[in-house]
Every structure is written in structure tokens, then in C-alpha cells.
């Protein structure tokens, strides 16, 4: 067999309407990007909702609503680290810039997001009695201020017992910022809802992460094939670029998926689903602090349990979206074993679909292929000596880890291809973001 090119989204073809709404993925972000802290719990499914009311408000588009929404739902994924993420939370905090540029270079190639990335890159520009229009020469759209008041207004309200009430009394609070923080127009609007209780409700409901996914007909947002592989391939990138330890994982993992399902004899109509689980396997690991995934030495009995739970943030992150429930569960079995000794649900071998069995190889495979903040990647010998030992302790499925032995040169060498490829992407991004100013 000749060697494998790596894979990209045009491979599966196009136009294909998987039935997949684009929110549904991005509801899926906010989750897991707010499970990191207890304190950040709904954050961004607050600053969603409450910006496109506000949007609603001031009479924007349909478009511009839907920006205000997806943005709100995506505008602090660029802080990667525990400490960023609680940083922002203050009202007001130094550099708050940085992290913001970080999303907009990780969401501006996207071309879905192409507006979307320039609205969150300045959600938090003060308004500065109208200096606020531009950024270092840059305009600063009317959206980036209504993400950056309704993030605010999230922070200082919390909106848990009378959330109307709480609303009201910090009315005097926020006017006191404008124009210094705050875009008069934007707080005017905000003012014209508060007698509409409703959406203050709607703050403090335990069904909001339901009522925000009711904003956007689904239909209005279904992807395509090639978009629904782009946007998994740009969830990996937000997933593994936090670290340099792990920016080429979840491709290696994709590909070396891919191509043992296609070894295996996985029917096609599988294969794109099998793919894309590989760049969502470790969308849990977003919920990891960054100092327990960069930490050099072994981690404590507490890190671990918090590393280890990634698995289980994966599939529940991944199984609200619809028509995925085979990939969440793919994706989130990667560390389950065949003897009933992984996690986060314990299952054996006979639970297992096979395509999580495929992963859970792959997974292994790619990870001792990589640099790890420990140790240094492994030889192709001893690769095999490990994947060897655990397929014999039942570990790993031993029919799939004898293809892969079979194929070794030839899934190593794809394997390798793919985490080439996501090296340079990786080495772009760090070269954008050299650009901040």
C-alpha cells in the first residue's frame, strides 16, 4: 500500500448537510471552557444569552444578533490558563487584551467566523468617551462593546435568587462607568430591559444552556461536511495549542484513527465521524487548568483526578449535540480498557463500540509518538514493546493492535505526516500572535 497523505476536509467531499447545528458545537465549547472553576460556571452561556437580547435591543440584524450570541459564547477561549480565566473575572484587569487577540487568531480562518473573530479580538476595549471606535487603528465594531458590557454585567450580577431585584440595584453601579468603560447607546439598551423581567429570569434558570440553544433556528446553522471537519479540526487547535506539549496531538490522533478504521475495514460512511472524533477525543482537557497539563514532575493524587477527568468532560460536552451521540461516546471512551481498568466509566471489552477500541489505540500510539512535559517520545521499538504488553493484559484491543503492527511503518509515517502539518499551523498561530501590540 503507498504511503497516506494526510487528510484534510475537502477529502469527504462537499455540501453534505450533516444535520449538525453549528451552535450545538459551540454550546459544546462554552460548557467545557467554563468547567475549569466552579466560579466561572455558565459564564459564557450568560454573556451569549445577554448580548443578543442587547442586540435585540438596539435593533441589529439577524446577523448581527447571531454574532453577539456565537460570540459571547466563545469570547474567552483564547485565556488558556486557570489563572487568565479568573483574572478576567475581575471587573476591571490589566492586559486584558492579550487573550482576546489569542481567540481572534484562533477563530479568524475559520470562515464561518470570519466577523465573529473580529468582534471577540476587541470585546473588552473601553469605550473611552468615543476613543473606543478604533483600536491602534483598527474600528472597533458596535458588537465588540455590547460583548464587552454584557460580559461586565455578567461578572458583577449574579443571578441566582431574585435576579430581577439584583439587576435593578446595580443599575447606578454600571452608569457610573459610562462613557469611561461603557458605550452610552449600549447601556441605554440595557436600561430598556430591565422591566423585562423575563430575560433576568432566563439568567438564573437551570435551563438556560436549553433556552440559549432555542435563539438560532438549528437549521440556520447546519453544516456541511467540510465545514463540520473544519470546525473539528479548529476545536483540536483551541484543545492543543494551549501547550507546545500537545499542539499536534488530537491530528495524530485523528489520522492514526482514521487509518485504522480504514485497515480494520470500517464501512466509509463511518470514517469522517471516526475522524472527527479523534480532533474532539481531548475537548475535556479544556476544563484542565494549564498548570496540571504543562506540570514537568508527576502530578499529585488530586491533579490526577482532575487530568483524569477530562474523558468524562468530553462526553458531556460532546452528547447535547445532536446526531453525535456515537462520536461523544468514541471520543470519550479513549481511555477506557478492555479489561475494565479505564475511566471515566470503567467499561470492558464486551461495552466497548469498536470504533472506541480503535481510538483508545490510536490515542496510545500517538501519545507515545510525542514529547511530553516528562519524557521525550518513544522509539518505534519500544512503541511496539508498549502497545505489545498492553494488548497482552488486555489493555488494548489485540486484533487492532496487530494490524496496526502490520501497518506499523505505514501508520507511523501517517501519523507523523499529520502532526507535520499541525507542527506548522501551530508555529503559525505563535507567529500571529507575535503581531500583538
Given at each position: 500500500?503507498?504511503?497516506?497523505?494526510?487528510?484534510?476536509?475537502q477529502?469527504?467531499?462537499?455540501?453534505?448537510?450533516?444535520?449538525?447545528?453549528?451552535?450545538?458545537?459551540v454550546?459544546?465549547?462554552?460548557?467545557?471552557t467554563?468547567?475549569?472553576?466552579?466560579?466561572?460556571l455558565e459564564?459564557h452561556?450568560?454573556?451569549?444569552?445577554l448580548?443578543?437580547?442587547?442586540?435585540?435591543?438596539?435593533?441589529l440584524s439577524?446577523?448581527?444578533?447571531k454574532?453577539?450570541?456565537?460570540g459571547g459564547l466563545?469570547?474567552?477561549?483564547?485565556?488558556?490558563?486557570?489563572?487568565?480565566?479568573?483574572?478576567?473575572?475581575?471587573f476591571?484587569?490589566?492586559n486584558?487584551?492579550?487573550h482576546?487577540f489569542?481567540?481572534?487568531?484562533?477563530?479568524?480562518d475559520f470562515?464561518?467566523?470570519?466577523?465573529?473573530?473580529?468582534?471577540v479580538?476587541f470585546?473588552?476595549?473601553?469605550?473611552?468617551?468615543g476613543?473606543?471606535?478604533e483600536r491602534?487603528?483598527?474600528?472597533?465594531?458596535?458588537?465588540?462593546?455590547?460583548?464587552h458590557?454584557?460580559?461586565?454585567?455578567?461578572?458583577v450580577?449574579?443571578?441566582?435568587?431574585d435576579?430581577?431585584?439584583?439587576?435593578?440595584?446595580?443599575?447606578?453601579?454600571?452608569e457610573?462607568?459610562?462613557?469611561?468603560?461603557?458605550?452610552?447607546?449600549v447601556?441605554?439598551?440595557?436600561?430598556?430591559?430591565l422591566h423585562?423581567?423575563?430575560i433576568?429570569?432566563?439568567?438564573?434558570?437551570?435551563?438556560?444552556?436549553?433556552l440559549?440553544?432555542?435563539?438560532?433556528?438549528?437549521?440556520e446553522?447546519?453544516?456541511?461536511v467540510?465545514?463540520?471537519?473544519a470546525?473539528?479540526e479548529?476545536?483540536?487547535?483551541?484543545?492543543?495549542?494551549?501547550?507546545?506539549?500537545?499542539?499536534?496531538h488530537?491530528?495524530?490522533?485523528?489520522?492514526?484513527?482514521?487509518c485504522?478504521?480504514?485497515l480494520?475495514?470500517l464501512?466509509?460512511s463511518?470514517e469522517?465521524?471516526?475522524?472527527?472524533?479523534?480532533?474532539?477525543?481531548?475537548?475535556?482537557k479544556?476544563?484542565?487548568?494549564?498548570?496540571?497539563?504543562?506540570?514537568?514532575?508527576?502530578?499529585?493524587e488530586?491533579?490526577?483526578r482532575i487530568?483524569?477527568?477530562?474523558?468524562y468532560?468530553?462526553?458531556?460536552?460532546?452528547?447535547w449535540a445532536?446526531h453525535m451521540?456515537?462520536v461523544a461516546?468514541?471520543?470519550?471512551?479513549?481511555?477506557?480498557r478492555c479489561?475494565?481498568?479505564?475511566?471515566?466509566?470503567?467499561r470492558?471489552?464486551?461495552?466497548?463500540?469498536?470504533e472506541?477500541?480503535?481510538?483508545?489505540?490510536?490515542?496510545?500510539?500517538?501519545?507515545?509518538?510525542?514529547?511530553?512535559?516528562?519524557?521525550?517520545a518513544l522509539s518505534?521499538?519500544?512503541?511496539?514493546?508498549?502497545?505489545?504488553?498492553?494488548?497482552s493484559s488486555?489493555?488494548?484491543d489485540?486484533?487492532?493492535?496487530?494490524?496496526l503492527?502490520?501497518?506499523f511503518?505505514?501508520?507511523?509515517?501517517f501519523?507523523?505526516d499529520?502532526?507535520s502539518?499541525a507542527?506548522?499551523?501551530y508555529?503559525n498561530f505563535?507567529?500571529?500572535?507575535?503581531?500583538?501590540?
Open positions: 500500500m503507498g504511503r497516506r497523505k494526510v487528510l484534510s476536509s477529502h469527504f467531499g462537499e455540501g453534505v448537510c450533516l444535520g449538525v447545528p453549528l451552535l450545538d458545537f454550546l459544546c465549547l462554552a460548557e467545557v467554563d468547567f475549569v472553576s466552579p466560579s466561572l459564564h452561556l450568560k454573556v451569549g444569552y448580548a443578543f437580547r442587547l442586540g435585540e435591543a438596539l435593533g439577524e446577523e448581527s444578533c454574532t453577539l450570541l456565537l466563545l469570547h474567552d477561549i483564547g485565556a488558556f490558563s486557570l489563572q487568565e480565566r479568573l483574572h478576567a473575572l475581575r476591571e484587569f490589566n486584558p487584551d492579550y482576546a489569542v481567540a481572534y487568531v484562533l477563530l479568524k470562515p464561518p467566523f470570519s466577523t465573529l473573530a473580529e468582534v479580538r470585546h473588552h476595549v473601553p469605550w473611552e468617551e476613543k473606543g471606535r491602534r487603528g483598527v474600528p472597533v465594531p458596535l458588537e465588540s462593546h455590547i460583548l458590557f454584557a460580559d461586565r454585567v455578567s461578572i450580577c449574579a443571578f441566582n435568587e435576579p430581577v431585584g439584583v439587576v435593578q440595584e446595580k443599575v447606578g453601579f454600571f457610573n462607568f459610562v462613557p469611561r468603560l461603557f458605550h452610552p447607546e447601556f441605554r439598551a440595557f436600561q430598556s430591559l423585562k423581567e423575563y433576568w429570569l432566563d439568567l438564573a434558570s437551570s435551563h438556560l444552556r436549553r440559549v440553544g432555542q435563539l438560532i433556528p438549528p437549521e446553522l447546519c453544516l456541511g467540510e465545514d463540520f471537519l470546525f473539528a479548529l476545536v483540536s487547535h483551541l484543545i492543543d495549542f494551549r501547550s507546545p506539549f500537545t499542539a499536534t488530537s491530528a495524530g490522533v485523528a489520522h492514526v484513527a482514521y485504522l478504521g480504514d480494520t475495514g464501512p466509509k463511518r469522517h465521524l471516526l475522524f472527527t472524533a479523534g480532533f474532539l477525543h481531548d475537548l475535556g479544556m476544563a484542565v487548568p494549564l498548570e496540571i497539563l504543562e506540570k514537568p514532575g508527576p502530578l499529585t488530586r491533579e490526577m487530568m483524569k477527568s477530562h474523558a468532560y468530553t462526553f458531556t460536552a460532546l452528547s445532536q451521540k456515537d461516546l468514541w471520543a470519550a471512551e479513549h481511555h477506557e479489561n475494565g481498568k479505564g475511566y471515566p466509566f470503567g470492558t471489552e464486551d461495552e466497548l463500540l469498536f472506541s477500541r480503535v481510538m483508545a489505540v490510536a490515542d496510545v500510539f500517538t501519545a507515545l509518538a510525542e514529547d511530553r512535559p516528562y519524557r521525550k518505534p521499538s519500544r512503541i511496539r514493546e508498549v502497545l505489545g504488553d498492553m494488548a488486555r489493555g488494548l489485540k486484533g487492532i493492535v496487530e494490524v503492527f502490520d501497518h511503518a505505514e501508520v507511523y509515517e501519523c507523523k499529520a502532526q502539518k507542527a506548522s499551523a508555529a505563535r507567529r500571529d500572535l507575535s503581531h500583538f501590540a
